[in-house]
């Protein structure tokens, strides 16, 4: 006997059994976790029967859904059946359309406290940040309908799992990246269409360096690292046009080399200071501030070893001192994370073990900068120690 099944669409098809049997597997596997392929082939069967005791030549999905569930109850499938009915709610998501109406509207209102409180660096009464989460529900909705399997969708709504970032998923972005900034001081980068060139001085190092951490975050949903030890090159540079500039007026060199210091500290706290501030001021188009880390890694015999340690202790010294908030009460800024490296050179005996001391004041204190033990990372990455991207992601077998 011949029967037709009415889709939604109105369309005819034949009755396959099979159809039955595999949208009850899924419910199964990716459900209920209670596995039983006999009884998926007993349900398809059983429902096939009564269409041929009856005469029913023709039978709508809509029958036959409700059929489904009600011999998963009989067969004492309860948890199946209530994953099956799910799962046909995740497919008729699928198939609509304006399903993100109601959300935009409550993000609007600012009535929406789920997405409006579900990231704590974005600050949703901003239009900027807004703007950000408006295309986040768009991107969400789309890739739950159109992208992501509906067995995923399905444990991704029960809580089974959760898939993270979904209001970028569309996009090929990056999450986290760990920034080349070393070739972009030394050859140059372009930022909005025009040429960066290699900065002359630590100040202006300092403010090309959160303009590429901007660029960045704008382009990508997740952290970034820089290594600190690319901004040594330019404390030399300062010192020696600061010298350029006295000793012709002063004669005298070693007072020329003292101001020139001089001037050339008060650059570094200014530099420093402009990168915290700049990184915590700062809004990207993803609507927060730059999620970046600062990497504090020094060694005996490294280039600009002295500069290194210098920016390393005014990073420190910053840090502890913490930044005022709006009612001037001086706080623990969100960013930059630090990220100090332990190594022969920074624990007890070493030459820069009182960087660490330091640090440690600094953690009690601010809660960052974490550690990482060259030694320990060494053995994992095959001789590497490195900063993670942000956050705690590292790549997998980074390789010099």
């Known amino acids: 006997m011949q029967i037709k099944v009415i889709k939604r669409n109105g369309k005819e098809v034949d009755f ?11 419910a199964m596997k990716y459900g209920s976790g209670i596995y039983s392929y006999q009884i998926a082939v007993d349900v398809a069967k059983e429902i096939y029967s009564e269409c041929v005791n009856e005469n029913i030549t023709k039978i709508s999905i809509f029958t036959i859904e409700d059929k489904v569930f009600n011999k998963l109850i009989a067969h004492g499938q309860n948890t199946t059946a209530q994953v099956y009915e799910a799962y046909k709610a995740v497919r008729k998501y699928q198939r609509e359309n304006n399903t993100t109406d109601e959300n935009i509207m409550t993000l609007i209102d600012r009535t929406n406290e789920q997405v409006i409180n579900e990231n704590s660096n974005k600050d949703a009464i901003l239009n900027s940040t807004q703007r950000d989460l408006l295309a986040g529900e768009i991107s969400k909705d789309i890739a739950m309908r159109k992208l992501i399997p509906a067995h995923l969708v399905q444990a991704h709504k029960n809580a089974s799992i959760h898939i993270h970032d979904m209001d970028y998923i569309l996009q090929p972005m990056t999450n986290c990246c760990l ?20 900065p002359r001085s ?3 190092a300092c403010t090309v360096l959160t303009q590429i951490i901007a660029q960045v975050a704008s382009n990508q949903y997740g952290g970034q690292s820089v290594d600190l030890k690319h901004l040594a090159q330019f404390l030399p540079i300062s010192y020696q046009k600061y010298y350029n500039s006295i000793i012709d007026d002063v004669k005298d060199e070693e007072t020329a080399k003292k101001i020139a210091s001089k001037l050339t500290k008060k650059e570094l706290q200014s530099g420093i200071q402009t990168i915290q501030y700049q990184v915590n001021t700062l809004l990207t188009t993803n609507g927060q501030a730059p999620f ?28 502890i001192e913490g930044i005022e908030n709006a009612v001037g009460v001086k706080i623990t800024p969100s960013f930059p994370k630090l990220v100090y490296v ?13 960087l660490t001391k330091l640090a440690a004041k600094c953690t009690a204190k601010r809660m ?29 077998c980074l390789q010099r």
Request: contains cysteine; aromatic residues 12%; neutral net charge.
């Open 179 to 198: 920034i080349n900034i070393g070739d972009m001081f030394e050859n140059g980068t372009v930022i909005n269409k025009k040429q960066i060139k290699k």
């Open 16 to 26: 396959d059994k099979q159809r039955i049997v595999r949208a009850i597997e899924k």
């Open 292 to 319: 970046v880390t600062m990497f504090m890694d020094i060694k005996e015999g490294m280039s600009y070893e002295d500069e290194m340690a210098m920016i390393i202790e005014e990073v420190l010294n910053q840090r």
């Open 368 to 396: 960052y900068p974490d550690y990482i033990s060259e030694k320990k990372m060494s053995e994992i990455y095959e001789g590497n120690t490195f900063s993670p991207m942000g956050c705690r992601s590292f790549f997998a």
């Open 342 to 354: 332990l190594n022969e050179s920074t624990t007890k005996g070493g030459k820069y073990y009182y």
């Open 202 to 204: 630590f100040q202006v």
